[in-house]
C-alpha cells in the first residue's frame, strides 16, 4: 500500500506480488489507513474468532448428540 501510495505503479507491484489489481484493490479496501501492528492484531483476533467458532461447533455437536442419546434412552 505504501509503495502504490508513493507512487510506484500498480502493474509493476501486482506483477511482483503475483496477484491481479482486483485482489490489490480489495486488500486496499480492507487494509487501508493501518499500519503494521494494527495488521499483526487484525491477523490475531482473526485466528482467535476462527477457533472459537470452531470450538462452538463442537460444543453444538455434542450437546446434540446427548440430546439424541438421552431421548431414545426414554
Known amino acids: 500500500m505504501k509503495e ?3 507512487g510506484r505503479e500498480l502493474t509493476d507491484i ?3 506480488l ?3 489489481k482486483s485482489t490489490f484493490y480489495n486488500w486496499r479496501k480492507k487494509y487501508a489507513g ?3 501492528q494494527e495488521l499483526k492484531r487484525l491477523k490475531e483476533l482473526e485466528e482467535e ?3 472459537l467458532k470452531h470450538m462452538y461447533a463442537e460444543l ?3 450437546n ?3 440430546k439424541d442419546v438421552l431421548s ?3
Open 4 to 6: 502504490y501510495e508513493g
Open 64 to 66: 446434540k448428540m446427548l
Open 49 to 51: 474468532n476462527r477457533k
Open 18 to 20: 503475483g496477484i491481479h
Open 60 to 62: 453444538a455437536l455434542d
Open 72 to 74: 431414545k434412552k426414554f
Open 34 to 36: 493501518m499500519d503494521s
Open 14 to 16: 501486482c506483477r511482483e
